[in-house]
């Protein structure tokens, strides 16, 4: 019987040959070198799907070589007929020079051996450091001692509580912690608000991501505190409350259900609220104010055994960027890769955009974090709270404390970040404990189904 070889296994076998020594790099067959019209060297970055508009925006300024973007998955293309493509081209010497990809995509690519390490490049050509980055940005970016892509900016996911509940010690409590205060509660307060997430989302998002080996290849949900933690929320079913039907109401019931502070943010009967950082706009500001109130908060964060109890995540316009190691100029393709990642739009002061998400770059994070009071979308402009019942004009101005704008910004330099976690693992966790919480499946065989499922994954990826 003929032994059929796929498109990956030769795309590894021609990467791996590249591992053993630089010497050898030559075994990836290289894309020739292209030009344009106007004699400008041409870099072609590979792309999963459109490019972000803030890339096409940067590729619009004066460069020593022209861009030109192929997307491999555009509408009615899946993600595996797009890799498949990408292999074949590579494996044929017509490899594109940089890749642009969803960070699980990326990561396929990065255990395929794909990738070109940049530090290297870094060393060699500069436009970037290591000391430019925030540390644990660029240590999440790393695998196995190799900086196989960048990133711009990104978002991170926590959970805060009122310090006045839950005191200061606790900043990220462990699931230990968080289902005894569960536990201890006054009668009538909630641990979280079942209209922004669930009790078992919330306390098995990062106990799920702890439960998967990379470097491994390995998983264990059944032999981890991820039973005890399904089951405490199978016996604790979050109470069910009624959705505000906006479709039908009227714009005097909408006004004062939005106008409603029992409705939104983080209330006095609930322990622990969802919270998202990203970046020190004004739209942070408002959720710290309108959510907290300006009371002194404790970043509990998501239930972790280990690291900050965040999740760090992306959105299309905050994909990474890496080199593929058939880039016929790695020179010329660092240039551009590192010299987009310092690039940050000048603002306006009257301009909300330019600002989403987190900078890696601490210089670009300061001036995010410092921007004056009279920009429209600072952390650091004023706010204004209507009194209720008083008169319109008569209104509460404000501005968000130092030390609450300082926690915010210490916690992310805190925060443990991994970028290539496939979220498709999450929807696989959350598909098989879902039968659980209805009473149709016991936490242990939840735990072997995922164990069975994910262990497959793992398999196929590597």
């Known amino acids: 019987m003929k032994k059929i070889i796929t498109l990956t296994a030769m795309l590894a076998v021609i990467c791996a040959a590249t591992a053993c020594s630089s010497e050898k790099e030559s075994s990836v067959p290289l894309n020739e070198v292209q030009y344009a019209d106007d004699g400008r060297q041409v870099l072609t ?29 555009p509408d009615g293309t899946t993600y595996e007929e797009a890799s498949r493509q990408l292999d074949m ?14 960070p699980e995509k990326m990561y396929n690519y990065i255990r395929k051996g794909a990738m070109t390490d940049l530090f290297p490049l870094m060393d060699e050509y500069g436009g970037l ?20 892509a960048v990133i711009d900016s990104f978002f991170l996911s926590t959970a805060v509580a009122k310090t006045k509940f839950v005191g200061d010690e606790y900043e990220n409590w462990t699931p230990e912690q968080a289902v005894q205060f569960y536990e201890d509660m006054p009668e009538g307060m909630e641990f979280i608000d079942a209209a922004d997430e669930e009790l078992a989302e919330y306390m098995l998002t990062n106990i799920a991501c702890e439960c998967i080996d990379f470097k491994n290849n390995t998983c264990d949900f059944s032999g981890s505190n991820f039973v005890d933690v399904l089951r405490f929320c199978a016996e604790h079913p979050v109470k069910e409350r009624a959705k505000f039907d906006f479709e039908h109401a009227s714009d005097t019931e909408i006004t004062q259900y939005l106008e409603d502070d029992s409705t939104r ?21 408002y959720q710290t104010y309108g959510n907290l109130n300006f009371e002194d908060f404790t970043i509990v964060g998501l239930p972790s055994n280990e690291g900050s109890g965040a999740r760090a995540w992306r959105y299309r316009q905050t994909y990474p960027y890496g080199i593929l190691k058939g880039c016929s100029d790695k020179e010329s393709a660092w240039k551009l890769v590192s010299s987009y990642v310092k690039y ?21 994070f300061d001036n995010d974090y410092d921007r004056d009071e009279d920009y429209n979308n600072s952390i650091n402009r004023e706010l204004y709270k209507p009194e209720r019942g008083a008169n319109e004009n008569d209104n509460l101005t404000s501005y968000l404390p130092q030390e609450l704008k300082d926690k915010l910004r210490d916690y992310i330099f805190s925060a443990k970040i991994d970028f290539y976690f ?24 939840a735990a072997e189904i995922i164990d069975n499922r994910i262990s497959i994954y793992l398999s196929e990826q590597s």
Do not use: H, W
Request: net charge negative; hydrophobic share 35%.
């Open 89 to 102: 081209d590579m494996i044929q010497g017509k490899s594109p020079d940089i890749l642009f990809a969803p």
């Open 129 to 148: 450091t290591r000391d430019e980055f925030l540390p644990n940005v660029l240590e999440g970016l790393t695998v196995d001692g190799e900086l196989p």
């Open 265 to 285: 943010g983080l209330r006095d009967e609930q322990l622990v609220f969802p919270f998202t950082i990203d970046g020190f706009n004004q739209g942070l500001a």
């Open 45 to 73: 970055v590979a792309s999963f799907g459109s490019i972000t508009p803030k890339f096409s925006a940067y590729t619009q300024f004066p460069l020593d070589f022209k861009v030109e973007v192929v997307n491999y998955c």
């Open 422 to 445: 496939p979220n498709e693992l999450l929807d696989i966790v959350e598909e098989e404990y879902q039968p659980v919480l209805a009473g149709e499946r016991t936490p242990e065989q």
């Open 344 to 364: 940050r739009k000048p603002l306006e002061k009257n301009a909300n955009d330019g600002t989403l998400g987190i900078p890696v770059i601490k210089t670009l």
